[in-house]
């Protein structure tokens, strides 16, 4: 980890003694001990969850995930071995319907380690974490930003197509999922340091009543909990979590900044919760200064330079100071950079063997309070953000002359609500289906430069909007988008899950800007093009999850 020290020292003392009067003579029969699992045979232990029969030797505990499946997305990618999961739901780079082999659409493949030591004093326990996500065809530590950069000469919208790409938490590290270590007790809580999921992914995962990637509109993009930012949603972080009676409350702060492996310079989460019988209820409230947002070049002309007679290709980006730099696209991505405050609340009521649950997010975008116009360095190990590829503050470009344009002249606002249920119609056999919808502000703007008397200016204007759905004027116009999702989990046995299901997405206005495809022909001697909007998607798949 980038030099990132584990630095933990807890010494708690609690006595506590009681004494009854009055005790009976005769001591009431113990309850009998529940049996334990047979983890004998290899045939037992599959038949075993993974917590009735560990991996566990002196502590630790090795466990994982392989999920894989086949899928037909109306609107999907071609796969891309550095990518988080197969595309479910809409894909902006989709060239049309596509069959495939995908993985995971329950929950990500992964690999880890995690320790219990009773070796403290008092009721104090050593406890850890070493888990990274991982493709399970390929066997790569999954790296969303290496997968934008795999797309750095492809077009978003016409040939040649792009791969399957996003931003992501996880780059590529081996520790690309968590990486902490900590201290935890039954009264006092857990204090834990490294690499830890944020709070607000955490419980957007338990009010979510699908809480499947490919049939979650909110657990497919971990923009939603990241509240805009999918880089948020895992940071090296000081996380403490305490629980007394029915009422539980966390805290999380991150630490480090971009040199320790978070997507911003700072993050602030505070969590509240209680269960009140068969309902529960919990809440959180974030902040995230200088969160990254990154995406590739996409193709773009003029950021494209090959040498004549070859195929070596570069990068072309003008840096601040007006020179021309040419980079490898395998190390360069551009970056937005935005401080978000977040809010979230989840609710869930168990009826019978009925769960319904449902929640709320708001998100709020603004301008950084840093503007890292020089560039800076990804999460992803040998990649960044070159000089004159960053928006972030209106800061001044010498290069130009200019006032650049900043990223949120006016924020953008989004609020999310979604509600389902979970049916454990048998003790094996699972159905859920959850409803998601989000919408977005109009913070669409026209950016204004100009000097007086030599010195340069910069305001916004609000811009209008023209056009609709995929060929509407800006993304950054109001809009929507919406998933309805249907999903059935069987397990013929503890440790497998055979699932099926379908998510149903759309998008509308800004939130719908750029979803099309450019087709080409040549006939007579001519080239003729035409656009096909692509704004609903459906992908049903059917796989297979085993965990140890």
Known sequence: MKRLSVVLLATVGFAAMAQAADLPTAKAPAPAAPAKPDCS????????????????????????????????????????????????????SSYGPIYQFGYNGLSTSAIGIKMKEDILPYGWSLIGVLEAGVDPYAGMFVNGPRSLTDNNFSPANTSPWQTGNSDSSRAGQWYNAQAYIGVSNKTYGTLTFGRTNSLSLDVTAAYDPIAANAFSLIAY??????????????????????????????????????????????????????????LSVDGVVSYAQNAVSLSSYGGAAANEYCVKGTTNCY???????????????????????????????????????VTFSGGYMYANLGNPSNSEENG??????????????????????????????????????????????????????????????????????????????GVPYGYATGAACTGTGAFISSSKCGGSQ?????????????????????????????????????????????????NIAHTQAVDP????????
């Open 41 to 92: 045979t290899l045939w037992n232990w599959f038949q075993n969850s993974a917590s009735d029969c560990p991996l566990s030797a002196y502590g630790f505990t090795l466990y994982g995930t392989l999920d894989v499946n086949a899928l037909y997305n109306s609107l999907g990618s071609t796969y891309n071995p550095s990518t988080t999961q197969s595309t479910y739901g809409l894909a902006k």
């Open 221 to 278: 993009s971990s923009s939603f909990p990241g509240f805009g930012n999918t880089e948020t949603v895992r940071n090296t972080a000081v996380t403490y979590r305490l629980t007394y009676q029915n009422f539980r409350a966390a805290a999380q702060i991150g630490v480090g900044g971009y040199a320790w492996d978070n997507g911003n310079t700072g993050i602030y989460q505070g969590q509240l919760g209680a269960d009140f019988g068969a």
């Open 315 to 353: 990068i072309l980006q003008t840096n601040l100071a007006g020179a021309k730099a040419y980079y490898d696209p395998n190390t360069v991505l551009k970056g937005t950079l935005s401080n978000n405050f977040g809010a979230e609340l989840g609710v869930k009521y168990k009826w019978n063997t």
């Open 376 to 453: 800076f360095s990804t999460i992803a190990s040998g990649i960044s953000v070159p000089s004159g590829a960053v928006t972030s503050t209106a800061y001044y470009n010498p290069g130009t002359g200019k006032i650049a344009a900043p990223s949120y002249a006016y924020n953008k606002v989004l609020n999310t609500i979604w509600g389902g249920f979970k049916w454990s119609a048998l003790s094996n056999l699972d159905f859920a289906a959850g409803v998601y919808y989000q919408m977005q502000n109009n913070y669409n703007s026209t950016w204004v430069t100009g000097k007086v008397n």
């Open 482 to 530: 919406a998933g309805v999702g249907f999903m059935v989990d069987y397990k013929p046995v503890k440790r497998l899950d055979v699932y099926a299901g379908l998510m149903l997405t759309n998008v509308y206005g800004g939130l719908a800007n750029g979803y099309y495809s450019t087709y080409s022909v040549l006939s007579g001697g001519k080239v003729y093009t035409w």
């Open 541 to 548: 798949t059917i796989g297979i999850r085993f965990r140890f």
